[in-house]
């Protein structure tokens, strides 16, 4: 199934230079981007966008991390997106995620850890429109 998903690169690989390599990783896994922005989140917009995780011990560093620098927000489109992107950046916490996989490449620590990605197709959709537009995203074809 064709789908779109909700990619982030987080302030972390951000700052350490990896946007790039990032993208280029998405581009020959062939996932499409149809929408991209570099912007720093605020304060009110990354509790938003987190909310499900509001009860969270984690959350208010979460936050504070997810607004300490720019972010790079992407709307991937590609047969099982979702998922193709998921295994892409490998588990949440890089101790667990498997080799090759961007958080495992990139990332510190649980918290800190280069990339987000939608996990559903409702979460897909939410985190999608949360950043962009219809408009926003191009039709390749
Ligand atoms: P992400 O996939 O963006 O979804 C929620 C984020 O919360 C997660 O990546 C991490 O950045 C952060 N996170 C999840 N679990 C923990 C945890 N146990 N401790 C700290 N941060 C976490």
């Known amino acids: 199934m064709l789908e779109r998903t909700l990619s982030i690169i987080k302030p972390d690989a951000c700052r350490a230079g ?3 390599e990032i993208i280029s990783r998405f581009e020959r896994e062939g996932l499409r981007i149809v929408a991209m ?3 720093r989140l605020t304060r009110p917009q990354a509790e938003g966008f987190y909310a499900v995780h509001r ?3 984690f959350f208010a560093d979460l936050v504070e991390f997810m607004t300490s620098g ?3 927000v ?3 489109e590609g047969e099982n ?3 193709r992107n998921r295994r892409i950046m490998g588990a949440t916490d890089p101790a ?3 080799e090759g996989t961007l958080r495992k490449l990139f990332a510190s620590n649980i918290q800190n850890n280069a990339v987000h990605g939608s996990d559903g197709p409702d979460t897909a959709r939410t985190e999608v ?5 219809t408009l926003d995203q191009v039709d390749w074809d």
């Open 74 to 76: 992407m709307v991937l």
């Open 37 to 39: 922005r570099l912007l």
């Open 70 to 72: 720019p972010v790079v």
């Open 129 to 133: 429109a949360y950043f962009f537009s």
């Open 81 to 83: 997106a979702i998922e």
């Open 18 to 20: 990896h946007m790039g």
């Open 55 to 57: 009860e969270r011990p």
């Open 96 to 98: 667990q995620a498997a």
